[in-house]
């Protein structure tokens, strides 16, 4: 697809019907007839490609793997985890297009994703940044192995927000080009690269800005403040003209023409360790547990990774210490997400009852509706 054909088929595809899909919506595209259907574990969203589409999108995928520097002679490493893993084999195919050979080899741990960058001979990493730091930080204090020796020569980093100054460590310390992919969050197809700190999409119309609340596009220069990166799969049949809610926030300054990577994540999903978590779904997960006055989600990044812990705080106090009901939030938890949350019991009770909330150590998530993170500007925003 060249650049003025990605450009017309943003005009002239007309499956879809022009709607906005947010949070909520959980099929995107017709699960009837043949073809792939990424299903993610952490919000229960089903995308479906026909076997045309999943052509076109591979062809997106692999124009912007090209854009990023992959081609003949590559060898690369698809080492997403939880939600990326399933539709890892998307982009391995876009690599493959591209040039490359390559290998997805889904989440594993960082022993084990060294033996296969050894065996494999990448010379390209395709991971999240908490894995790629992991696995910089676990080469140095664990295995006593110089990342130079790894022979990477690009680092290519999907599905999250890197914490200040992981870029520039990644790439002095595998002595790699380090670059961001903006990747459709449902169906993983890389969109876009980074370039000095802004988005490039690969094909003109497929990524652009709308505001929090409002179900429109900004065109630019933007006026500044936060607003919400969306998506528009011209590679799909069905939603050629459907306008997708990311759930990433980026901040552009007043009269940029660029879109600046994202910073933030709003709405009713929160990404952990690569993977949306929907918290709706959480909800209906414990709404039939008796006693539950309200939970919290706290989400940090204590070192490398991130980690989740919800704390409960029952009605009454005969359920503080009941193994039983303990084990039906455990129980809960498990079967909701890949993503391994903790849990703690909170010691005291409260009678009222109220919805669940999100406390965000890393500075990430806003809200979790778009109402309450609209109105924040630069300078009010907390800063990954």
Do not use: C, K
Request: aromatic residues 2%; glycine residues 12%; charged residues 20%.
């Amino acid at each position: 697809m060249t650049e003025e054909a990605g450009a017309a088929a943003v005009q002239g595809r007309h499956g879809g019907n022009g709607a906005w899909i947010g949070d909520d919506d959980t099929v995107l595209g017709s699960v009837d007839g043949t073809g792939l259907l990424l299903v993610a574990p952490g919000t229960g969203t089903v995308a479906a490609l026909g076997p045309e589409d999943r052509n076109a999108a591979v062809d997106v995928g692999a124009r912007t793997l090209a854009a990023a520097g992959v081609g003949t002679g590559d060898r690369v490493v698809v080492a997403l985890n939880n939600e990326g893993a399933q539709a890892g084999t998307l982009l391995t195919e876009a690599a493959v297009a591209a040039g490359a050979s390559a290998a997805a080899i889904g989440p594993r741990g960082r022993m084990r994703l060294h033996g296969a960058l050894e065996v494999v001979g990448a010379t390209t990493l395709v991971a999240t940044t908490t894995g790629a730091m992991d696995l910089l930080s676990r080469l140095h204090l664990e295995f006593g192995l110089d990342p130079l020796d790894l022979g990477l020569r690009r680092i290519l980093l999907a599905g999250e927000i890197a914490v200040p100054g992981a870029r520039r460590q990644l790439a002095e310390e595998f002595d790699a080009e380090v670059i961001d992919l903006l990747m459709d969050p449902r169906f993983q197809i890389p969109l876009a690269r980074g370039v000095e700190g802004t988005l490039v999409p690969t094909v003109a119309g497929t990524v652009g800005l709308a505001p929090l609340t409002e179900d429109r596009p900004v065109p630019p220069p933007y006026p500044g403040g936060a607003a919400e990166i969306t998506t528009h799969p011209v590679w799909h049949s069905e939603l050629s003209s459907t306008t997708v809610r990311t759930g990433l926030v980026a901040v552009p300054g007043p009269g940029a023409t660029a879109i600046p990577l994202p910073q933030h994540t709003v709405g009713d999903r929160v990404l952990v360790r690569g993977q949306w978590l929907s918290l709706a779904r959480l909800e209906r997960a414990l709404a039939p547990i008796d006693g539950i006055a309200h939970w919290t989600l706290h989400v940090s990044r204590p070192g490398t990774l991130d980690t989740a812990t919800l704390r409960v705080v029952f009605a009454r106090a005969s359920l503080v210490e009941n193994p039983m009901w303990r084990g039906r939030i455990e129980q809960a938890l498990a079967g909701l997400t890949p993503v391994r949350i903790d849990l703690v019991i909170e010691p005291h009770i409260d009678d009222e009852r109220r919805p669940g909330t999100v406390a965000d150590d890393r500075g990430h998530h806003l809200a979790r509706t778009r109402a309450e993170a609209e109105g924040h500007h630069h300078a009010d925003l907390p800063h990954p």
